[in-house]
């Protein structure tokens, strides 16, 4: 969202899109004190792949950063729940779930930390507009983004992902590291 923050991927992925924006082929084994030790700032997103799948290991980074009093997102398919206790410790968890994967969007919702993206475009796993015209009305809408599909810079679908957002009345996301950056 345009704030400073260190990125902290996790290797691994279920579902394995056409068009993510995560290398699989390129990791490093790290122990959670190591990663704390690299964190500049107070800003840390744990992403993926997705990180449930290393659900210790996130679970044991999660409790070291919070007890480092560094302020805790996690991005995450939503398709494995994350423990209560460990949920209260994080600040913001964005659930991007994929069309066709068996995700309980009532769980998700029901907690007030927990922000929903969905991405439109012509992937498989992206959102058809009719399916969340349907959908979005019984979410928390100031908790729900909208995002376009892409990982080149120009973004073409950006614009429909805005109007989807404003007929629905929740909130447009961009992909800032991906027009700046690159990927």
Known sequence: MGRPATFVRLAGCNLR????DTPIDRWEEMQSEAVLK????????ITGGEPTLQMDELLGLISL???AEKEIHIET???QPIPEGILKMIDCIVVSPKQGSDIDLDYWSAHKN???KFVIGPAPWCWPPGILREIVPSLPRE???IMAFGVGPELKGSRGAWDLAMRLG?????????????R
Do not use: K
């Open 65 to 67: 950063l919070h007890e």
């Open 77 to 79: 398919n939503g398709l």
């Open 143 to 145: 908790r729900v983004w």
């Open 38 to 45: 690299e964190i500049v700032g107070d800003r840390v997103v």
């Open 114 to 116: 927990v922000h929903l």
């Open 170 to 182: 929740c909130n447009y996301s961009d992909r800032l590291h991906i027009r700046v950056g690159g």
């Open 17 to 20: 899109c056409e068009g993510c």
